[in-house]
């Protein structure tokens, strides 16, 4: 059984019966560790908020990290046309041999608002319907930029709603939808899509939907500084476990 649980850094954690699903038997613990947290967002993110559907052009940043990747692979699955982007050559490269079906001409980078320009091109000026960000300040307002016309934008980031970075509000009049969404809340008050997530994730696991994100860093759990100043340096692909 895998769980997701506001209190992962714990002794004892009390499980939430609609936040755990059974592990299949094909799976290994370590394999099963990847998976929780990083459907959790993208199904909530994707579906949910995003109302992600065939032919919808997407937007998904940091392709190469644990909920890159599944976004990417939920999006294509749906029939989607995927655009991301990556911080290195390495992760270029990954994409693109993990994610043979994505073009090149669709991978930008995540360390400049260059993606905006590869954007505009490659959907002659339309812009794309769903935004899945996690970058920050400048490179926030320019994904802003990259959407069409009624689309939504899902951010999964904290720093510019902790540092309170503003919005121009005439960025709004395409009719674009916003939405900031945090895991932790299911936890807490309105429980209002819990039931719909856990059974979305059951059915994913369930017909073979949800894969395991590739690339899983193990450290053993008495080198928890280790893993924490290995995701501190921003290389790293796919998911870190402590076991």
């Given at each position: 059984m895998k769980i997701i649980s506001s209190s992962s850094i714990a002794n004892v954690v009390v499980k939430d019966k609609d936040l755990c699903w059974k592990i299949p038997d094909v799976w290994?613990?370590?394999?099963?560790?990847?998976?929780?947290?990083?459907?959790?967002?993208?199904?909530?993110?994707?579906?949910?908020?995003?109302?992600?559907?065939?032919?919808?052009?997407?937007?998904?940043?940091?392709?190469?990290?644990?909920?890159?990747?599944?976004?990417?692979?939920?999006?294509?699955?749906?029939?989607?046309?995927?655009?991301?982007?990556?911080?290195?050559?390495?992760?270029?490269?990954?994409?693109?041999?993990?994610?043979?079906?994505?073009?090149?001409?669709?991978?930008?980078?995540?360390?400049?608002?260059?993606f905006e320009q590869m954007i505009m091109q490659q959907t002659k000026d339309r812009g794309v319907d769903i935004v899945l960000n996690s970058l920050v300040e400048e490179k926030l307002i320019a994904s802003v930029r990259c959407l069409a016309q009624n689309g939504r934008f899902l951010e999964i980031?904290?720093?510019?709603?902790?540092?309170?970075?503003?919005?121009?509000?005439?960025?709004?009049?395409?009719?674009?939808?916003?939405?900031?969404?945090?895991?932790?809340?299911?936890?807490?008050?309105?429980?209002k899509y819990t039931s719909l997530l856990s059974k979305m994730i059951a059915d994913g696991l369930k017909n073979g939907t949800i894969k395991p994100v590739q690339v899983l860093k193990i450290f053993p759990k008495t080198n928890i500084e280790e893993a924490f100043r290995y995701m501190a340096n921003g290389k790293y692909m796919g998911k870190v476990c402590l076991y």
């Open positions: 290994t613990f370590e394999e099963a560790a990847t998976i929780s947290c990083v459907y959790s967002t993208v199904y909530m993110t994707l579906y949910i908020y995003g109302k992600m559907k065939k032919g919808d052009k997407i937007l998904i940043h940091s392709g190469t990290g644990g909920v890159g990747q599944a976004a990417i692979h939920l999006a294509l699955n749906e029939g989607c046309e995927v655009f991301t982007t990556v911080s290195t050559e390495d992760k270029r490269n990954f994409i693109k041999k993990m994610f043979p079906i994505i073009s090149d001409r669709h991978i930008g980078n995540s360390r400049d608002i260059s980031g904290k720093f510019d709603f902790v540092s309170n970075n503003p919005l121009s509000r005439c960025m709004f009049q395409k009719g674009i939808s916003f939405y900031g969404i945090m895991l932790e809340n299911i936890f807490t008050g309105n429980r």
